[in-house]
């Protein structure tokens, strides 16, 4: 399952917050959700999410939790892709680049280096 293949921007910041805080009652998400819609349009959207496989709930004394089916890692990531493909062509060197041309600190040695390793990596690789 694409971590957020048919998501309504709603329903994405729905899982922003549940990734955030790693599980939350409805009331919660409305809460932490900029210019909410109603609780029972946020209870909604949670089922819908549910339906889609991308969270599930546990009972908690009548109160539903819910939590994503799919790690941060792998949500950060779909994210990611989905920014570079849209904003930037689909280029990784484009993307890159303005990440690293707006950067407002320096870049740390170990962090350059970590960089380089993966850039060398992906060449061998053929990416």
Excluded at 85 to 99: D, I, W
């Amino acid at each position: 399952m694409s971590t957020d293949l048919h998501l309504s921007r709603r329903e994405r910041q729905i899982m922003d917050v549940l990734h955030a805080r790693g599980e939350a009652g409805a009331s919660e998400v409305l809460e932490a959700l900029p210019d909410p819609p109603s609780y029972s349009a946020v209870r909604a959207l949670l089922r819908i999410l549910e339906e889609k496989g991308h969270i599930s709930h546990r009972d908690d004394g009548g109160r539903y939790i819910y939590r994503p089916q799919v790690s941060h890692k792998a949500a950060s990531r779909s994210a990611l892709k989905r920014v570079v493909t849209t904003f930037f062509e689909g280029s990784v060197a484009q993307a890159m680049a303005a990440l690293l041309e707006t950067a407002d600190t320096e870049i740390p040695e170990p962090e350059v280096r970590r960089l380089r390793q993966i850039i060398d990596k992906a060449r061998k690789e053929g990416r």
